[in-house]
T-cell receptor
Framework: AQSVTQPDIHITVSEGASLELRCNYSYGATPYLFWYVQSPGQGLQLLLKYFSGDTLVQGIKGFEAEFKRSQSSFNLRKPSVHWSDAAEYFCAVGSPGANNLFFGTGTRLTVIP | GAGVSQSPSNKVTEKGKDVELRCDPISGHTALYWYRQRLGQGLEFLIYFQGNSAPDKSGLPSDRFSAERTGESVSTLTIQRTQQEDSAVYLC????????????FGPGTRLLVL
């Protein structure tokens, strides 16, 4: 069965500092991986996705993520966080032919001045 | 349309009442999904529609939950005899393709059952 683990419930970083949000997945084959961001009162917005090819994927808002098969991870990174990045971040996994995505429980990011 | 829309944005109801939630997907998107997000939790898949195919109802938590979609248009999620544990944000998403297609989410309906 597919599952996604986001081990960090809440992370606080200073504005301008680097960020890494962890995501581990469980799936038998190569998964399709996604990162979504949810700002307060907003719907989920896709940051980036990995289907195949280059394991380092670039997304919107300066985010990137790296697929590491050996570690079953797809961690999200940003070199310099902005106050507007404060939000809830969800990692999700899908697979070819699947009807839905499996989401992690989310990581809430707080950015302090 | 510009994006996925959902209505109402908020709904407060009494235990035992029925509620109906609406989702307008992006025009041309054949796939439509409903998810439930309880406070502090990730998204929980409920149901999936693809064109005129039979829906995937495998995520519906009980027979009090049902959903309909006519063709590739609006979908309604109905919860009968609501319980307090149904309180959550109900999110709708649509995509051009099933499974791997990027899902575009609506803002959700926040349901509170008193």
């Amino acid at each position: 069965a597919q599952s996604v683990t986001q081990p960090d419930i809440h992370i606080t970083v200073s504005e301008g500092a680097s960020l890494e949000l962890r995501c581990n997945y469980s799936y038998g084959a190569t998964p399709y991986l996604f990162w979504y961001v949810q700002s307060p009162g907003q719907g989920l917005q896709l940051l980036l996705k990995y289907f195949s090819g280059d394991t380092l994927v670039q997304g919107i808002k300066g985010f990137e993520a790296e697929f590491k098969r050996s570690q079953s991870s797809f961690n999200l990174r940003k070199p310099s966080v902005h106050w507007s990045d404060a939000a809830e971040y969800f990692c999700a996994v899908g697979s070819p032919g699947a009807n839905n995505l499996f989401f992690g429980t989310g990581t809430r990011l707080t950015v302090i001045p | 349309g510009a994006g996925v829309s959902q209505s109402p944005s908020n709904k407060v109801t009494e235990k035992g009442k029925d509620v109906e939630l609406r989702c307008d997907p992006i025009s041309g998107h054949t796939a439509l999904y409903w998810y439930r997000q309880r406070l502090g939790q990730g998204l929980e898949f409920l149901i999936y529609f693809q064109g005129n195919s039979a829906p995937d109802k495998s995520g519906l938590p009980s027979d009090r939950f049902s959903a309909e979609r006519t063709g590739e248009s609006v979908s309604t999620l109905t919860i009968q005899r609501t319980q307090q544990e149904d309180s959550a944000v109900y999110l709708c998403a649509s995509s051009l393709e099933r499974g791997t297609g990027t899902q575009y989410f609506g803002p959700g309906t926040r349901l509170l059952v008193l």
